[in-house]
């Protein structure tokens, strides 16, 4: 008689590979419970999770048309009750209010008076200061590089 897939039965494990245990149910027939049907956390090795003729739950999960038999042993087992603080989300922090902003209306930021008449330069002047510093570094590059290649040897 052909196990029907969903069933569940005990049944005892006689053999072991690297890929998985093969598992003899009650009707006789044998089936395979493939290494990521052994366990809900990483298998490295099946050694670790079964043994030689140890009694394993066991859900059968498919049959093919040769009519070999796929297992499970983590689907037979109720799923583990996952802790609350797993469940929830875990909450993003809210990102820092600009300090130069005193309140938002409509939508629109809306500076204060004394927060808009400021002693910190305006875009133009920073502008210019970055050009000067700019141009400065670049001549100050091109003489040296200048001075580096008067220094070569031309050899004969």
């Known amino acids: 008689m ?6 569940i039965f005990e049944g005892k494990v006689t053999g072991i590979t690297k890929f998985g ?25 099946v050694h670790d999770h079964v043994s030689d003729g140890q009694t394993v739950k066991v859900k059968v999960i498919g049959i093919s048309e040769a009519g070999k038999i796929n297992l499970s042993m983590k689907k037979a087992e109720a799923p583990a009750p996952r802790a609350e603080a797993e469940r929830l989300p875990k909450p993003r922090p809210f990102p820092a209010r600009p300090k130069e902003f005193s309140g938002r209306q409509n939508g629109f930021a809306q500076k204060s008076f004394s927060q808009s008449v400021s002693s910190e330069p305006s875009f133009e002047d920073k502008l210019k200061q970055f050009m000067q510093e700019s141009d400065s570094r670049i001549s100050d590059s091109r003489i040296y590089s200048d001075k580096k290649s008067g220094y070569r040897r031309k050899r004969d």
């Open 21 to 45: 245990a093969f598992v003899s149910l009650p009707d006789g027939n044998n089936g395979l419970v493939h290494i990521s049907e052994i366990a809900n956390s990483y298998v490295n090795d």
């Open 2 to 7: 052909q196990p029907i897939v969903g069933e």
